[in-house]
Nanobody
Framework: EVQLVESGGGLVQAGGSLRLSCAPSGFTFDDYAIGWIRQAPGKEREGVSC????????YYADSVKGRFTISRDNAKSTAYLQMNSLKPEDTAIYYCTRCGIESGQMTWGSWGQGTQVIVSS
């Protein structure tokens, strides 16, 4: 069974940083692109970032470019999202997901329980 377990969320002030981690199981980690989606209360789920298997292709939502950095360690079967210069608009539940990059857009499949990020103003 595919599982994606997120951690690292928390409450931070605007301008602060967090690093999210994703520990997948139930599939071969280095056979899939891995990324992050998020959903704020009352808003649509949106793709945040996706990274290819070999880190040769990445996607970032325009709203996070220059502030967030996705990475992966295939040896540890772990993916990360470094979030800097956080804004209140980044407040959401963040989910790790298998993903794809197609025609400049991010696609995704199932996700885990998520980790909550709250950015205070």
């Amino acid at each position: 069974e595919v599982q994606l377990v997120e951690s690292g969320g928390g409450l931070v002030q605007a301008g602060g940083s967090l690093r999210l981690s994703c520990a997948p199981s139930g599939f071969t980690f280095d056979d899939y692109a891995i990324g992050w989606i998020r959903q704020a209360p009352g808003k649509e789920r949106e793709g945040v970032s996706c990274m290819s298997i070999s880190d040769d292709s990445t996607y970032y939502a325009d709203s996070v470019k220059g502030r967030f950095t996705i990475s992966r360690d295939n040896a540890k079967s772990t993916a990360y999202l470094q979030m800097n210069s956080l804004k209140p608009e980044d407040t959401a539940i963040y989910y790790c997901t298998r993903c794809g990059i197609e025609s400049g857009q991010m696609t995704w499949g199932s996700w885990g329980q998520g980790t909550q990020v709250i950015v205070s103003s």
